[in-house]
């Protein structure tokens, strides 16, 4: 950039009930839909454990991304946070790890999508259906900001109700006997059970990764992340209790479609359709965020030169970078159209866990006087994304690990290429 040229900027608009709504889009997707499976067939009757330990974990993290935000109110999460008070090295890694695990994330948010409305378009390849809805998400993100949150904020409201409907209409049939076995997996299975769930939690950073577009950050943020995690936490106890007393942990770890699938166990006939219809709604708010925080990320890389100044421009008048939403988007649509849902889950888990772990360091080096929570919470968040990270299988670590060998690759080409 030129001398004299300002760095280009995003206009604040988002308030505080726009910002949970934001965290709790970008929170109750697929993790309410299929990670409570998946970590219930993993771990047994255990996994109310792992949805607290998974909250705690959460919590710790999002305490860590509320006090950063405060300070520094900028898009780009733990990307910003890590290159100022880490070194640029690290902040690049966060960076380029959020974006794949967003990226493989939105891909299993289409493919839970489809898993759940398949009943609701017979003969439509489940595939279809899932690119159907990320053209959507696309399409809505390019109408701006303000567009895009009331939208997320009706679909939200609409999805917490289906959900609260969903747990009212099984715990009448709930079984305690269906909690058996509670520890399937050990204490290992336990914490990938946890890890899973972590993913389920982890859009509460998401008005942090947006920060640059919400109303005073130094505010809103401190309380909207502690009060969209409260929201979460609790709606996800409810529904493992419910499912797990429905399907039992054999039920939950076989069924693509779990919520749906107890719906069915308890001989409720409206339940399954109204299950479709909030998959079909959550899907869809948390790809709208998912491409938000998506292409805002890669604005704020490509306006401190780590992605190719194409992200950074900002489109007229609406005031999005229209090139990240386009790009990303694209993206999203080959992975949705490519990738299998397990692997997916747990290369974005693992992914994630890296990316908050920095993002508690991050906090761990602000100056006393801009602390806004006593040290030992990002020490206790970075020790416990580190534990249950070293949980997955050996599989998931390499295959992240060559991802950082390729982002290194590229930003030491790209840092040479500027010289």
Known sequence: ???????????RRVGLIEAIAVALGAMIGAGVYVSIGEAGGITGGSLVIAVLLGAGVAV???????????NDPRAGGAYQFASRLVHPLVGFVAGWLFLVAALAAGATFALTFA?????????????????????AAIMLNLLGVRPSARANLVLVAINLS???????????????????????GGVGGLLQASAFLFFAYTGFARPVTVAEEVLEPHKTLPRAVPIALGIAALLYLGVAVAALGSLGPEGMGVEPAPLRAAMVAVGNAVGPLLLSVGALIAISTVLLTEIWGLS?????????GDLPAWFAQISVPRHIPRNGVLTTGVVLLILSSALDLRPALEVSS??????????????????????????VV???????????????????LAA???????????????RKSEL
């Open 60 to 70: 710790l993290s999002g305490l860590s991304a509320a006090e950063l935000g405060a």
């Open 162 to 184: 289906i959900l609260v409907a969903f747990v009212m209409m099984a715990l009448p049939s709930l079984m305690v006997s269906r909690f058996q076995p509670f520890l399937i």
């Open 350 to 375: 693992l992914a994630l866990l890296i990316y908050y772990g920095i993002m508690n360091l991050s906090a761990l080096r602000l100056p006393p006087e801009r602390r806004l929570y006593p040290p």
């Open 378 to 396: 990002p020490a206790a968040g970075l020790l416990a994304t580190a534990l249950i990270a070293f949980s997955l299988p050996w599989q998931t």
């Open 296 to 304: 805002r990320l890669a604005f704020a890389m490509a306006r401190d």
């Open 1 to 11: 950039m030129t001398e004299g040229q300002r760095a280009p900027r995003l206009v």
């Open 115 to 135: 898993a759940y409305v398949e009943p609701l378009l017979p003969g439509i390849p489940p595939r279809v259906s899932g690119i159907v809805v990320v053209l």
């Open 400 to 414: 992240v690990l060559v991802v950082v060998i390729l982002g290194l690759a590229y930003y030491r080409l790209q």
